[in-house]
């Protein structure tokens, strides 16, 4: 009887096995670094050049459009989910951040462009006993960071530990996070990092709202007034486009005066207008040399970042 229960759950489990490989059976997984490392040097593999798209999950065209550049450009592409807690300050949704594995690995089959699922646990990736982390010290007050001074560090870190593991020749990242580019450019650089690094344009819905995660969280009502941010941004784009040279302070008149136009809007955190070299903010903004302009809004309790580049600004994605 004993002997019959352990079969049975054997083939239960084999059964259960092969519909997971036959289901994703173009997609290699890899839960822990070890794992990620036996495929990174697997003879098929070691001499490939090879594309990453690191993500916290819950994909959507916008990443989308990341795995496909990186599958045109390389031999191998592997994307990671990891929801890096060290990015996220206390009170805010690390929790409840939305989590499908089984509907994003839906998603890569469907991309036809991710060859291997790097999804490693929290404690594999941050062992108690973790003593160092990369600090870039000259972002810890900007943006992002004034807000949640813990996060432009959470980045960098989960970035250099991610392009250690993965070891890949070019990291795909998206314009929609700015800052974030900027900063893993720096860092490469300053670091000497191998790896190579690639900005692709933010991916829009139709009527200018950035893609993101966090537009689950909008209610109907606040959805259909999301793409206030894009239309503020683009107005004061515009606006420096018209003219030689403007002061950031009219700028952000400007853009104010559109996001005030919307009364979802409960909350300006931020409206930055800064050097696409290092993202100091800029107190002119001369129409050739152009600027990052980059704003975070709360639309009820959702909060939503977005950016445009002016003139040489726009190298971010052709020089990547
Ligand atoms: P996330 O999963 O939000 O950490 O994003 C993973 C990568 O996808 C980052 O490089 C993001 O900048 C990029 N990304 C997120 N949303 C978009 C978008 N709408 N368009 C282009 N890239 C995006």
Do not use: W
């Amino acid at each position: 009887m004993i002997r019959l229960n352990s079969i049975q759950l054997k083939y239960n489990y084999n059964c259960l096995k092969t519909k997971l490989i036959l289901i994703h059976r173009d997609i290699h997984i890899a839960n822990s670094i070890h794992a990620l490392k036996t495929y990174r040097h697997s003879p098929d593999i070691i001499n490939k050049s090879i594309g990453f798209v690191p993500t916290m999950g819950s994909l959507h065209q916008g990443h989308i459009e990341l795995m496909k550049t990186a599958k045109l450009e390389n031999n191998i592409v592997i994307t990671s989910i990891f929801v890096n807690p060290t990015q996220f300050s206390q009170g805010e949704d690390f929790d409840k951040y939305p989590r499908n594995l089984q509907k994003d690995l839906d998603i890569m089959k469907s991309s036809k462009a991710v060859d291997c699922l790097f999804a490693p646990s929290t404690d594999e990736m941050y062992p108690l006993n973790a003593l160092c982390h990369v600090e870039p010290s000259a972002f810890s007050n900007i943006l992002e960071g004034k807000a949640r001074p813990e996060f432009f560090r959470g980045v960098a870190t989960i970035v250099a530990k991610l392009f250690n593991i993965v070891e890949c020749s070019t990291a795909y990242f998206g314009q929609k996070d700015i800052s974030q580019c900027i900063l893993i450019q720096k860092m490469v650089n300053d670091l000497n990092f191998n790896t190579k690094i690639k900005v692709i344009e933010t991916i829009r819905e139709a009527d200018g709202l950035a893609m993101s995660s966090r537009n689950a969280y909008l209610t109907s009502q606040e959805r259909a007034k999301a793409a206030i941010l894009y239309k503020a941004l683009s107005q004061g784009k515009e606006f420096c486009e018209k003219q030689e040279s403007v002061s950031r302070d009219v700028i952000i008149d400007e853009i104010n005066k559109v996001l005030l136009t919307e009364e979802l809007v409960t909350r300006i955190e931020y409206v930055s207008i800064a050097s696409h070299i290092d993202m100091t903010e800029l107190n002119v903004v001369n129409r050739e040399k152009g600027a990052v302009i980059s704003a975070a809004i709360r639309i009820g309790n959702v909060r939503l970042i977005d950016n445009i580049l002016v003139g040489d600004a726009n190298r971010i994605l052709s020089d990547s």
